[in-house]
């Protein structure tokens, strides 16, 4: 079984920067890769970004490329998101999921951590 909590949401101004990040437990395959999604008031959830399990391959969903970055350090089993230019449109709630990246680009995430609010207002 594998666990997924996120940490660093909280809220912030236009323009600002913010680092979330998602501490996994339990069994943690480096094979699978891990990332984040988001789900803004009212709306579907967005997928954010993804990197492999040996922290190749970041790859960023389109609304939010240019100002993001995902990391990972496997040591702590931790995954990063780096969010710079804060808008108020990145308001949500953010996700951190776990999924096999044998498949890779496809990937199923089947696991979810519980989220962090993410709240970007002036």
């Known amino acids: 079984q594998v666990q997924l909590v996120e940490s660093g949401g909280g809220s912030e101004q236009p323009g600002g920067s913010m680092r979330l990040s998602c501490e996994a437990s339990g069994r943690t395959p480096s094979s699978y890769a891990m990332g984040w999604y988001r789900r803004a008031p009212g709306k579907d959830r967005e997928f954010v970004a993804t990197?492999?399990?040996?922290?190749?391959?970041?790859y960023y969903g389109h609304t939010v490329q240019g100002r993001v970055t995902i990391s990972r350090d496997n040591a702590k089993k931790t995954v990063y998101l780096q969010i710079t230019s804060l808008k108020a449109d990145d308001t949500a709630v953010y996700y951190c999921?776990?999924?096999?990246?044998?498949?890779?680009?496809?990937?199923?995430?089947?696991?979810w951590g519980p989220g962090t609010q993410v709240t970007v207002s002036s």
């Open positions: 990197i492999r399990g040996d922290g190749s391959a970041p």
């Open positions: 999921v776990m999924g096999d990246d044998s498949k890779w680009p496809f990937v199923e995430y089947d696991y």
